[in-house]
């Protein structure tokens, strides 16, 4: 960038660089303290000292394994489920002769389970090597020995070293910013992949490095930094410079940390500070709080319940068998003589004289046989299916947002059945339900009102105080239309939606206070963060801002005259109208000191010197700050402004109140000393005293007016609550807006409603406002406690009575501001709140602050027991987010946080709709019935080998061939249940938003409850009894040969395993609500894999295959019996099952049985058609096709 002309800055003219000029006495005191201890030398890498620091380099992992730990700690993840370390002491305790089968057919499926979940693990974590590859071997100039910048890789870099970095270039490692391609040093920012926000943050470089900006000049630089240890906040920084015998206070102003990205910058120069894992980033990057579905939970609870059976039914088969040998003995002569007694060849332990062991030996021999109770592949099947469920949210169609380019995202998979389970929405106001694209569209200057045109709160506002029937919403283009009616020919310009010919087009300074409009406007013109970016092809001038707000203050001053032009660190420059003279001038306002928002002060200031030499603070916030700070000279409008205020919140807008004040130069000298001592202290205190001082000249205001900006509510917000209420869930707004814009908001989007009735809890009093006037905060305290219990009892109050007064109780709606909130977070009153809050049928917090809002989370989840989802999208929503059982972020203008910290993400509000209703009830319904499933088939596995037990005297042989068993879970009826758990439906997605209250089948655990848990056990159990006594009884006393030879072990057992394996395909065949060809090809498929394994197995050596030696082609095959037996056991296996389905959809139907009935019966062809299975092109092609049918008809 060229440099001509390069003029000296002041920078101690600004508290950012003035306060580095201070002398240094005791404020330091915390630098080389514990904490504070890091020493940088900075373009001395090889320094003697700097390497005995042994600081981390700059390699960054973000692995969960390496290659040495990743066997014995994967093994570790998969050995901490209990199923899992039972099938392993199987496996291990199956190479005794205790054993009932070999182990290598008990250790084969372990180790395809446990290989698979391996396997998963090193592709994701092989996932994260490759990124972290990339990153790592990213370029990168750093200054060299020959005093030039040669190539190197980010993980070669060393603390001390000088780098250079690029425009759109990510920044290698925490840097200290010496110098940029600015002639000020000064460089701009982006910092999403850090805090999530899209907005530009401007960076100082000190002075006294500013000039270090060529190579030459880096050769004689060498620099002593002391700073604090490496730590996770983003958003400070304490440090000193030593720097050619001076010291020098670092602020975050100087540092550009790791993964932001430089922007409208050609090269910036810096110092590597931190490296690698010390960087701020990688300090910030830890795993949110684990969360477990509740249906997983439950699950592991049934798996102790299968143990438990298990361990019953071999304690009562060792026992008949002790009881069975102690009988065998009679006479010298022993009954079971087949037992051969004696360990070497036995099959179990079998001694006459010692029953009592051979009893405890077949009850270890029992709990190996009976395992198969247990599901050894329900949990890699369920992490399998719950994978792909998020790959088909991922890709939904109807819920990606073209506008902006992003799809719905499932960031965990371990959730997905929650999203069908959701009781309670706590959602964020501002960006969530609105746009947070912010409008400027009235303003109140000098006690006039200015602006036209009806928002869509002011629509539903007027409609309620009219009595117009609402429809549940306000049609968004009707809004539109109304607000720009008023002056249709205007360019539509983003961020200013304002129409007044009063103010607009110089019209101003034809009023009667022009000055104070004048005043006003130059005001929002100045008091900002706001860079301007221009165009180079069009000239035209754009912002990047902080916030929506600041930058459509900005835009609002431009187009009534006031346009920012230019800024540097100690200038702002404005094309001002002059509204003496009519004419546009350039004047340039001095930029003194800078005092920014917080959240505690709720206002932001500046003080500048305007070109009359003359001193002013120029002031904007809320109104609760800013009228409490005015003169008694300078409220002159006050009456009118605070009626406007009320106005425009009513109507759902957005208010700040601007005011300014003159300073005078002794009184600023004598304060700005004060100001920068405290901006140079290093303690803890420092930010507290900053406030401080900034509130003792933030005082003797004089009022100016007030801005109304309108964050509009996003495209089908009113109809999607309208849904979710519809299904049965309840949603509780937690904003920091006013009482009445969030009230108003509510009715504009159907979350209050005309007939409802409205609790007020506020602390808004004459009594609490005259205690609080004197100042006594023991009586103040004991008077909110007071007026918030009698509040809240008087609503609980309310309540009962409209509940005892008629059959349908009025609904009621809660509405609380953030005073009164605290207190009703208190131990004392926490119950009697919530009691009151969960019979409303909607909540409005106001005023709420980021901590508040994760404790009401809290609250409702811990009281309720029930399943929570908190929305948002931005950083104060954080703590909502994760507190809640599922967290969902809102992708939009205020960054990336709340995505980042969110399990699953939208772009749009009204995406909610489809994510529960259709994708949640889906995913519910799946996981209910392929967990259910999975025991269902494995109970009927079990059983059948207890009751061949029983049958046979408990004497320890199995039913099966060794191989049948192992096979059994891994691919005879593991497939199905897979493609249930990620096909089936059991209405189509049309039909779960027509019919919202299916939802509430998972509201109410209907699919998941111990009824219907224990049924499908029952059912199990009952399948088993039927298989094995139809089978033996139908078989046993029969001639199966042709040569009249009765049916042997082997013949009985494949028969009997057949009619399994048919049993329990079927059963999932009958439970499927919607086939694919998918699940027609795994349902047949198994079936046909195991008469595929039959034939090959049988023919391998008899020394491999033991009993499966060509038993089907020689003996089963051929035998009538085998099929007709396979064929009746089925049918009356299935019987049970397919009859009480049939008399609970005839008498006692569930609602998607219902739903199910009237999409049957209908002939509309909307309805029968448009299932919402079929993609969107399938769909408009039918569609065309049968136009043309029609028109040929006609």
């Known amino acids: 960038m060229p440099r001509e002309g390069k003029r000296t800055i002041l920078f101690s003219k600004l508290y950012s660089f003035a306060c580095w000029r201070v002398k240094f006495e005791d404020v330091h005191a915390d630098i080389g303290t514990r904490g504070y201890s890091r020493v940088v030398y900075c373009n001395e890498p090889d320094n003697s000292e700097a390497m005995q620091l042994r600081y981390r380099g700059n390699y960054v992992s973000t692995t969960k ?285 079998y001694d006459p004289k010692r029953p009592a062991l051979a009893a405890l030996l077949h009850f270890l021999t029992a709990l190996m046989l009976y395992g198969y109770l247990i599901p050894i592949s329900l949990y890699v099947s369920i992490e399998m299916v719950k994978v792909l469920q998020s790959i088909f949210i991922n890709r939904d169609q109807d819920m990606y947002y073209e506008e902006t380019d992003r799809p719905a995202r499932a960031r965990t998979s371990n959730l997905n059945e929650e999203l069908g389970q959701i009781d309670m929405i706590l959602s964020d106001k501002t960006g969530t339900l609105t746009c947070n694209s912010m409008e400027f569209i009235k303003c109140s200057i000098a006690g006039t009102g200015y602006g036209h045109g009806m928002t869509e709160v002011e629509m539903a506002l007027a409609n309620r105080r009219e009595g117009v029937p609402e429809n549940g919403h306000i049609a968004s283009d009707v809004a539109e239309r109304s607000i720009g009616d008023a002056d249709g020919s205007r360019k539509l310009i983003k961020g200013f939606n304002f129409s007044d010919e009063r103010i607009m087009n110089g019209h101003w300074v034809n009023e009667p206070h022009s000055d104070t409009i004048q005043k006003f406007l130059r005001v929002l013109a100045i008091c900002h963060t706001a860079l301007p970016v221009v165009n180079k092809q069009t000239g035209e001038i754009s912002y990047e801002a902080e916030s929506p707000d600041e930058a459509a203050f900005v835009i609002a001053a431009r187009e009534l005259g006031f346009e920012f032009f230019e800024r540097t660190q100690t200038s702002i420059s404005l094309h001002e109208l002059d509204y003496k003279t009519g004419e546009k001038v350039d004047r340039e306002y001095e930029l003194l000191q800078i005092l920014e928002f917080n959240s505690s002060r709720k206002r932001m200031s500046v003080i500048v010197r305007s070109p009359e030499n003359r001193l002013f603070l120029l002031c904007k916030g809320a109104d609760s700050a800013i009228f409490e700070r005015l003169a008694k000279d300078g409220r002159q409008f006050e009456v009118q402004t605070k009626g406007h205020i009320h106005k425009y919140a009513e109507a759902g807008l957005r208010t700040l109140v601007v005011a300014y004040r ?254 529960l209703l259709v994708h949640g009830h889906w995913c519910y319904r799946r996981i209910s019935m392929m967990i259910c499933y999975f025991f269902y088939k494995n109970i009927t596995f079990g059983f059948t080998l207890f009751w061949f037990e029983a049958h046979n005297s408990f004497s320890g042989l199995p039913a099966y061939n060794d191989w049948y068993m192992s096979c059994y879970n891994v691919f005879f009826t593991s497939l199905p249940v897979i493609a249930l758990g990620v096909f089936d439906q059991d209405v189509s997605a049309r039909l779960c938003l027509k019919y919202p209250s299916l939802y509430l089948e998972g509201v109410e655990n209907i699919l998941f409850s111990w009824i ?153 062809d909307d309805q029968i058609d448009a299932s919402g299975e079929l993609p969107v092109r399938v769909r408009g092609k039918l569609q065309h096709l049968r136009q043309r049918l029609r028109e040929r008809e006609s």
């Not at 049965?728 to 209050?752: H, P, Q």
């Not at 088993?1024 to 078989?1035: A, G, K, L, P, R």
Request: proline share 3%.
């Open 65 to 349: 394994y390496s290659a040495a730990n990743f066997i014995p700690k994967s093994l570790f993840e998969q050995f901490r489920r209990v199923a899992n370390i039972y099938f392993l002491v199987v496996a291990c305790v199956s190479f005794s002769p205790l054993a009932p089968f070999k182990a290598v057919s008990v250790l084969v499926p372990l180790l395809v389970v446990i290989g698979a979940t391996m396997v998963k693990e090193a592709i994701e974590d092989w996932r994260r090597r490759k990124q972290d590859v990339e990153a790592n071997n990213r370029k990168v100039k750093v200054y060299g020995r020959n005093n030039t910048f040669i190539e190197t890789r980010w993980k070669k870099l060393r603390v001390g070293d000088i780098v250079k970095v690029h425009k759109n270039e990510y920044f290698p490692a925490d840097l200290f910013l010496l110098s940029s391609s600015y002639e000020d040093g000064v460089c701009y920012v982006e910092t999403m992949n850090l805090d999530g926000e899209t907005n530009l943050k401007l960076k100082r470089a000190l002075e006294v490095t500013s000039l270090l900006n060529d190579e030459n000049s880096l050769e004689r630089f060498r620099a002593m930094m002391k700073c604090e240890d490496p730590n996770e906040n983003l958003y400070s920084f304490v440090g000193t410079l030593d720097y050619n015998g001076g010291k020098y206070p670092l602020s975050l102003q100087q540092m550009l940390l790791r993964d932001s990205k430089l922007k409208n910058t050609e090269h910036v120069y810096g110092v590597v500070v931190f490296t690698g894992h010390d960087t701020k980033v990688m300090q910030n990057a830890t795993d949110p709080p684990s969360k477990r579905s509740k249906i997983e939970m439950k699950m592991d609870k049934i798996i102790f319940i299968l143990f438990s059976i298990l361990f019953v039914i071999a304690l009562a088969g060792s026992f008949f068998f002790g009881v069975y040998t102690k009988k065998d003995d009679s006479g010298g002569k022993i009954t079971r003589w087949y037992l051969r007694p004696g360990p070497k060849d036995s099959v179990v332990y």
């Open 1012 to 1164: 219907r848990i224990i049924g499908w056990m029952f059912n199990g159990l009952l399948s088993s009894i039927i298989i094995f006594f139809f089978t033996t009884n139908s078989m046993i006393p029969q001639p199966f040969r042709r040569d009249g030879q009765v049916t042997d072990y082997e013949v009985l057992g494949v028969t009997m395993y057949t009619c399994v394996v048919w049993v329990v395909n079927c059963q999932m065949a009958i439970s499927i609500n919607y086939f694919t060809w998918i699940q027609h090809l795994f349902i047949w498929g198994s079936i046909a894999f195991w008469y595929i394994f039959l034939v090959v197995y049988g023919s391998i050596s008899p020394i491999r295959s033991t009993t499966a030696y060509q038993v089907f082609v020689e003996e089963c095959a051929p035998s009538p019996l085998y099929w007709l037996v396979t064929l009746l056991v089925v049918i009356c296996t299935l019987l049970p099952y397919f009859s009480y389905r049939a008399f609970q959809t005839r008498f006692k139907p569930m609602r998607h049985d219902v739903i199910q009935q009237k999409r049957l019966l209908s002939h509309n």
């Open 662 to 915: 003159e300073l005078g130069v002794e009184e600023y000298k004598v304060w700005e000393q004060m100001f920068l001592k405290a901006k140079a202290s290093l303690t803890e205190d420092r930010d507290a005293l900053i406030d401080e001082l900034a509130d003792k000249i933030e005082r003797e205001l004089i009022l100016l007016g007030v801005t109304a900006v309108e964050d509009k509510l996003q495209k089908g917000v009113p109809e999607c609550i309208s849904k979710l209420a519809l299904a049965g869930i309840k949603i509780w707004v937690l904003t920091g807006d006013k009482m009445e814009t969030a009230v108003n908001i509510g009715y504009a989007c159907s979350l209050l409603r005309q007939d409802m009735k409205r609790i007020v809890i506020s602390l808004d009093s004459p009594d609490i406002n005259a205690l609080e006037k004197q100042g006594d905060k023991g009586a103040i305290q004991k008077a909110c406690l007071a007026s918030i219990r009698k509040q809240i009892g008087e609503g609980s109050s309310q309540i009962d009575e409209a509940r005892k007064g008629s059959s349908s109780a009025k609904a009621f709606g809660l509405i609380i501001d953030g005073k009164s909130l605290e207190y009703s977070l208190k131990k004392d009153l926490e119950m009697s709140f919530f009691e009151l809050a969960i019979n409303c049928a909607s909540v409005i917090c106001c005023r709420s602050t980021p901590k508040q809002k994760a404790l009401v989370t809290r609250l409702v989840k811990n009281k309720t027991g029930k399943i929570t989802l908190a929305i948002g999208d931005g950083a104060n929503d954080v703590g909502m987010l994760q507190e809640a059982d599922i967290g969902v972020g809102i992708s939009g203008v205020e960054g990336m946080q709340a995505v980042m910290a969110s399990d699953f993400s939208i772009a749009q509000f009204r995406f909610l709709e489809r994510l």
